[in-house]
C-alpha cells in the first residue's frame, strides 16, 4: 500500500534520531540555514579575503567541501542527531540542502548585481522559500492537513516569502506568482536517493534561470 503524504512524514519524524528532540533540531536548523544569504551579502567579501578568495569562489569552495564530508559521512556510516536512520547509507538532506543552496549562489551571480536591486534578490527567496516553506509544509501534514490544504499553505508561504523580498530587495513582486506554487509543487516528488531540499532549490532555481534574461 502506498504510503500517504501525512504517513511518510510521521514515519520519518517517528525514526528521527533523537525521537522528537531530534525532529524539533532538524526543524530549527532547517529555518536557522535562513542566516545564510545573510551573512553571504553582509561578511562575504571579508571571509573570503580571509582566504584570498572571491565571495563566489569561497561558495563554491564550501560546496565541494561539503560534498567531500558527506561521502567521507557515508563511508564512515555516521548520522547524528535530527538525521533519519535511511540517511546512515544515502545523502543527507542536510548535504542536499547545502550543495543546491551554493549552487543556486554560483548560478544566479551573474545576474545579481542590476540597477536598484540588492546583490541578492534572485538567490534569497529562492533560499528563504526552502528554509521556510519545506518545514511549513512538513508541520502542516504532521497535523493532519490534507494535500490540498498542505500545498496552499506552503504556495503562500513561498509567494509570500518573494513579495517580502520585492519589497526589500526588489524582486520582481510576479514572480510569487509562479515561484510560490512553483516551490510549493517541487516538494511533492518522494525520490529515493533525492531529497526535497534539493528538488525545492533546484526547480525553483532553473525556472529563475529561465526567466533571467527577462528580468
Not at 548585481?113 to 508541520?139: C, K, N, Q, R, Y
Not at 506552503?154 to 530587495?169: D, K, N, P, R
Request: neutral net charge; glycine residues 8%.
Amino acid at each position: 500500500m502506498k504510503m500517504s503524504d501525512f504517513e511518510y512524514e510521521a514515519d520519518h519524524t517517528k525514526h528521527s534520531i533523537g525521537g522528537r528532540g531530534g525532529h524539533i533540531f532538524r526543524r530549527a536548523f532547517h529555518i536557522g540555514m535562513a542566516i545564510i544569504p545573510w551573512a553571504y551579502y553582509q561578511y562575504g567579501n571579508t571571509a573570503a579575503d580571509l582566504v584570498s578568495l572571491t565571495p563566489i569562489q569561497l561558495i563554491a569552495a564550501i560546496g565541494i567541501i561539503s560534498f567531500i564530508f558527506e561521502l567521507i559521512r557515508l563511508k564512515a556510516g555516521i548520522v547524528i542527531v535530527g538525521q533519519r536512520e535511511y540517511e546512515r547509507y544515502q545523502f543527507s538532506a542536510v548535504a542536499w540542502g547545502c550543495l543546491s543552496i551554493m549552487l543556486t549562489f554560483v548560478a544566479l551571480s551573474p545576474w545579481e548585481v542590476p540597477s536598484g536591486a540588492h546583490a541578492g534578490w534572485l538567490t534569497i527567496p529562492i533560499i528563504l522559500s526552502l528554509t521556510f516553506g519545506d518545514p511549513a509544509m512538513g508541520e502542516a501534514r504532521r497535523y493532519k492537513f490534507d494535500n490540498k490544504s498542505v500545498f496552499l499553505i506552503g504556495s503562500s508561504v513561498c509567494a509570500l516569502t518573494w513579495i517580502l523580498c520585492g519589497y526589500f530587495f526588489g524582486t520582481p513582486y510576479w514572480l510569487a506568482l509562479i515561484m510560490g506554487p512553483l516551490t510549493a509543487a517541487s516538494e511533492w516528488p518522494k525520490l529515493k536517493w533525492i531529497d526535497d531540499n534539493a528538488t525545492m532549490v533546484l526547480l525553483p532555481l532553473a525556472a529563475v534561470l529561465m526567466f533571467s534574461p527577462f528580468l
